[in-house]
């Protein structure tokens, strides 16, 4: 079975207190016999505090981002080794404001995404099309491009280590959530990609989450369709309440 996967951005919110607070009502309240794992991901700077915090639970602490190089002279950059010296064992990549503000293309991810498996790193990869890409019926064309671009490179052996996340960037902090039935068309076409391309246990085992003003109140009719395997949550997932009742609807 496919893993359930809800994965909380945290984006640049919360200070170390507030991480701190966040966290603990999470550890407090969450179920513990949940099939869906769970991923939150602070901000650099409240990382290492975040791994201990959740050490010993079903909390796994990710990234937002890294650097492609191993090391070097890139003044505010993070590495892999970095995140790994302090346990951090998921990254986002190829979330759509990294794509928007901090310009990184298809190309740069796929050196991203090489360099974190390189370092058994799992990499949530983001990618999605904007309202103009839909409405001009190319969403599809774009998605594929993302996905060939940015991480149909990898060997087979990498895919256990791979998630993907499509998010529709006009559904992303807008209010304004893909249809159960628009995310579904588009995670079947997804899949189909991963069957034709890359093969069918690939395609088959590997987890494919929407993210796009999930909320607590939309969650479950989004995660029941067939090929939809959990979410990537961002504003909804700044309130434990609110994060946890999304992991309810896995
Ligand atoms: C996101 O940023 O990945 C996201 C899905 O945000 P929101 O849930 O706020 O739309």
């Known amino acids: 079975m496919r893993k359930k996967i809800v994965a909380g951005n945290w984006k640049m919110n919360n200070d170390s207190q507030q991480t701190e607070t966040l966290l603990e009502e999470l550890l407090s309240k969450k179920p513990e016999n949940t099939i869906a794992k769970i991923v939150v991901a602070p901000t650099f700077v409240n990382l290492q505090a975040a791994v201990k915090q959740t050490a010993g639970s079903n909390i796994i602490v990710a990234a937002q981002n890294m650097h492609q190089a191993e090391s070097g002279a890139y003044t505010g950059e993070i590495s892999v080794n970095m995140l790994k010296s302090i346990k951090v064992n998921t990254v986002i990549l190829g979330h759509s404001e990294r794509r928007a503000y901090f310009h990184e293309n298809n190309a740069l991810l796929a050196q991203k995404v090489t360099t974190a498996l390189a370092h058994n790193?799992?990499?949530?990869?983001?990618?999605?099309?904007e309202l103009a890409d839909r409405q001009s019926g190319n969403h599809f064309n774009l998605v594929e491009s993302q996905l060939r671009e940015?991480?149909?490179?990898?060997?087979?052996?990498?895919?256990?280590?791979?998630v993907l996340a499509y998010e529709p960037v006009w559904a992303i902090g807008t209010g304004e959530t893909a249809s159960p039935e628009q995310a579904q068309e588009m995670h079947a076409f997804i899949r189909s990609l991963l069957h034709t391309n890359i093969g069918s246990k690939i395609a088959e085992e590997t987890s494919i989450l929407y993210?796009?003003?999930?909320?607590?109140?939309?969650?479950r009719e989004i995660f029941s369709k067939p090929d939809v395997d959990g979410g990537l949550i961002g504003g909804a997932a700044l309130?434990?309440?609110?994060?946890?009742a999304i992991v309810a609807g896995i």
């Open 121 to 129: 790193l799992t990499v949530i990869f983001c990618f999605g099309e």
């Open 150 to 162: 940015g991480l149909f490179h990898i060997s087979e052996s990498d895919w256990a280590s791979v």
């Open 211 to 219: 993210g796009g003003s999930v909320k607590p109140d939309n969650a």
């Open 239 to 244: 309130k434990a309440d609110d994060f946890l």
